[in-house]
């Protein structure tokens, strides 16, 4: 039995007459730790948003579990077991931390209401380190928690794949370890993680395998020793 979570397949998308994404075709392991790289407009994230529903893609399939979800809607492959979190987070201001995982909870995973939402969404604040804030207005938080708790929202869909995109953009090199730690004590859980990230050094330290997008293709795969002294991966991000 194959244990092949995400399967990418041919995956083509363009914005007129650029080209976002040309043929990228990946295939992610269950339990993996998956590192996504490459220079600003390599399309990393153009790949996540059709990956996840928020945009479709012109050509390919994607299928997740062995199921095709190329057509279905976002709510859909979260529901399925597919959470991200987003560069820029955006939470319920005029909510608190709790509140904004009862949410996810609720519709995403279709998980309980009243007492036993609030009990599960404790859980996850615990795990993400925010047990202790749960009571306070989320627009009072700072940078590093407001990024602790959109990575708590997306585990309170209880997804089997989490994509962290940029998660750790602007954060101090302790605030970088802190979240490197969440992550593995996540994938330690069973859960699958794909990192899109600019800050190399995490990128290394975390993943197993390492893919680098160039001008939406695919231009080299491998352990994160072999990736940084690629020709190609060099070039793109150093020039010739």
Known sequence: MSDELLRVGKLGKRFGGFVALDNVSLTVRAGERLGLIGPNGSGKTTLINCITGALFNDQGTIHFDGRDVTLLPPFQRARAGMAR????????????????????????ARGPSGRRAVDEALEVLEVIGLRERAQEDSARLTQIDMRKLELARAMAAKPRLLISDEAMAGLSSNEVDDVLGILRRLNDTGITIIMIEHIMHAVMRFSERVICLDAGQIICEGTPQSIVQDAGVQRAYLGA
């Open 85 to 108: 979190t987003f560069q820029i987070p955006r939470p319920f201001r005029s909510m608190t931390v709790l509140e904004n995982l009862q949410v996810p909870l609720e519709y995403a």
